[in-house]
């Protein structure tokens, strides 16, 4: 049996309300009634008391258990504009449109119906532990150690710089070394006799 119940002229925004409505079509009553509650939107509100009162038609008017109810249809459709104006500079008046809705929920009893379980999107996956491969055993040295699976040493490779290059740079000489200058010192000028003085030495004659 299928309980309808209305609210119109919901004082949002019908574009508000349906990104509210998408995710609880086909739930349980009481598992729409919880995601409403923990669902940030102003809307959720509004669509979880529409649920509530098509909840309790079905409970009290048809005598139906609510915990075997579950939202078959919700609608959301455009109710009037109130249309208002905000002044603004020059004498211009810019509109303002109040949008509302109509929200209808038709709800159905389906008995032995279990919770449905929506798959978590979005999520990265689980980190995986790296594999730890066993360590060969065998790394004495000898014939023992062959035996075992030790693998040899590589042989070292040889120099890749050519015989001729290095001799090339032997035979070539050595910068010479720059002479060093030395400072001479500087010789000191006798301070010359200024006239002040002479004239103390004259008067103290």
């Not at 925004?13 to 995601?35: H, M, N, Q, S, Y």
């Not at 532990?129 to 055993?137: E, K, L, Q, T, V």
């Amino acid at each position: 049996m299928e309980v309808q119940a209305q609210a119109r002229w919901v004082r949002s925004t019908p574009r508000k309300v349906r990104f509210v409505a998408d995710t609880l079509r086909g739930l349980p009553v009481a598992e729409a009634l919880a995601a409403c509650q923990f669902n940030p939107r102003s809307a959720a509100r509004d669509v979880a008391k529409v649920i509530r009162s098509a909840q309790a038609n079905a409970e009290h008017n048809f005598n139906l258990d609510k915990d075997d109810l579950v939202l078959k249809e919700l609608r959301v459709e455009a109710g009037p504009i109130l249309k208002r104006g905000q002044p603004r500079a020059m004498g211009r008046l810019f509109s303002i449109f109040k949008r509302t809705s109509h929200i209808t929920v038709v709800v159905e009893d389906r008995p032995g119906v279990s919770p449905r379980r929506r798959p978590v999107s979005g999520l990265p996956p689980a980190p995986q532990a790296p594999s730890r491969a066993p360590a060969a055993r065998g790394t004495a040295t000898g014939p023992a150690g062959a035996e075992a699976g030790a693998a040899p040493a590589p042989p070292e490779a040889p120099s890749s710089r050519p015989a001729a290059e290095a001799q090339a740079q032997a035979e070539e000489p050595a910068p010479a070394a720059r002479p060093t200058r030395t400072r001479r010192p500087r010789a000191k000028s006798a301070p010359a006799d200024t006239p002040g003085k002479e004239k103390k030495e004259k008067k103290s004659k």
